[in-house]
């Protein structure tokens, strides 16, 4: 029989993440481990978008998106980040931040081209790089801070790397990159002529000293690039899927003709409900998020803690990678299944975000949720001890 699937198929897999959910839904259990983020919308981008759709507002957009969303991003870009952004021609608005960097790497990687990558990695990244062709090559980061070497980075250069991707704060260890770490990562990139991509999704949940600067408003970053981020998890709408990416003209016609081939246009109304989200939400907002998650981390820390599982404390995102090493089991996904059987509550196998096999010794936990369901979850994990 010639009918088979396609080759691609063999490089990539399903998310291990999504694993665990089903995993979570057949026991009846409470998921930590899918960054779905179920906590209320704010009500400027639900009447955003409800208005848009009493308008009429629900046909194709331009590819690149509404004018409207496309301004607002770049007005809080400028505000937040000091960095001028032309809405008309760096701008893209795509389907969700994994649809702005599918597309991307559509745009601008071809197949054999090496893309470095920081691990523990989000596994979205590795399989969007594998689906074009392109090749991810891994540098380790070591705990508690996850930290890395420049050496590692430089050994890991050939002829064939094209770029490397910058997550943060990062999933799934919640690490902030330090101002002293981009700036290395800059000069790095622009020796080597690389593009940077960025995903910056997480910009807003800061929990330490560290800020969030912007990869593309450092020194000879600009142009090479390529600034990944949503509104899925700040305005906790998820299923939305409304994203973007920021870049050099030179690269953003490229990548929103696949934006249009792939997905046409992001939901009209939808992108209405993000810009008013970004127009009338201010830095009180965005502050409490960061006091209201930093007390959600506080909370399934200590009961990890409680639980003999360690956590490395995230200083950013809404991810905790816990030591799981006393948990019963042969690898990470035995002793996910363990904790999930014995207390109810789902998380991440380590070993969905390395590569070989690593991080066997650990699991990812998600507390975006709410605080009745998180007391919930940290009175079970408590108990597992």
């Known amino acids: ?38 906590l209320s919308v704010p009500d400027e981008v639900i009447g955003g978008a409800h208005n848009a759709m009493l308008a009429g507002i629900n046909t194709y957009t331009r590819y690149e998106g509404l004018e409207e969303l496309r301004t607002a991003i770049a007005d809080k870009t400028l505000r937040y980040h000091s960095m001028a952004v032309d809405p008309e021609r760096e701008i893209i608005v795509s389907a969700g931040a994994t649809g702005a960097f599918y597309c991307a790497c559509m745009a601008l990687l071809n197949p054999g081209d090496e893309i470095i990558v920081f691990e523990p990695f989000y596994g979205y990244h590795i399989n969007t790089l594998k689906a074009v062709g392109a090749s991810p090559v891994y540098c380790a980061m070591t705990p508690p801070e996850w930290s890395f070497r420049q050496e590692d980075l430089e050994r890991l250069v050939t002829t ?13 260890s919640g690490k902030v990159f330090t101002p002293e770490e981009l700036a290395a990562l800059a000069d790095f990139a622009c020796r080597h002529d690389l593009f940077v991509f960025t995903d910056e999704i997480y910009e807003h ?68 409900g993000a810009a008013r989200g970004l127009m009338e939400l201010g830095p009180e907002y965005y502050a409490g998020i960061q ?29 905790i990678l816990a030591d799981i090493s006393k948990v019963p089991g042969a690898d990470s996904k035995e002793k996910a299944l363990y904790i999930l059987r014995n207390t109810g509550v789902a998380c991440v ?17 998600c507390f975006a949720k709410h605080d009745d369901i998180l007391d919930e979850a940290c009175l079970r994990l408590s108990g597992l001890n």
């Open 1 to 38: 029989m010639k009918l088979d699937v396609s080759n691609r198929l063999e490089k990539v897999y399903q998310s291990e993440i999504r694993n665990m959910t089903i995993e979570c839904l057949n026991a009846g259990g409470i998921n930590l481990a899918q960054g779905v983020c179920d």
């Open 160 to 172: 064939h790397t094209k770029g490397i991707i910058i997550n943060t704060p990062a999933n799934p």
């Open 205 to 272: 949940f800061i929990y330490s000293d560290t800020p969030h600067i912007m990869t593309a408003s450092l020194p000879g970053m600009r142009e090479r690039t390529i600034t990944i981020s949503g509104f899925s998890k700040v305005f906790s709408i998820t299923g939305w899927r409304i994203g973007y990416c920021i870049c050099d003209p030179m690269w953003s016609k490229a990548i929103g003709y696949f934006n249009d081939l792939i997905y046409v246009c992001a939901p009209a109304p939808l992108q209405i």
């Open 291 to 319: 006091n209201s998650y930093r007390i959600k981390r506080d909370k399934v820390c200590s009961a990890l803690s409680n639980s003999g599982m360690k956590p490395y404390i995230p200083d950013g995102a809404y991810y």
């Open 349 to 365: 196998p380590g070993t969905a975000f390395f590569d070989n096999g690593t991080g066997y010794d650990l699991a990812r936990f």
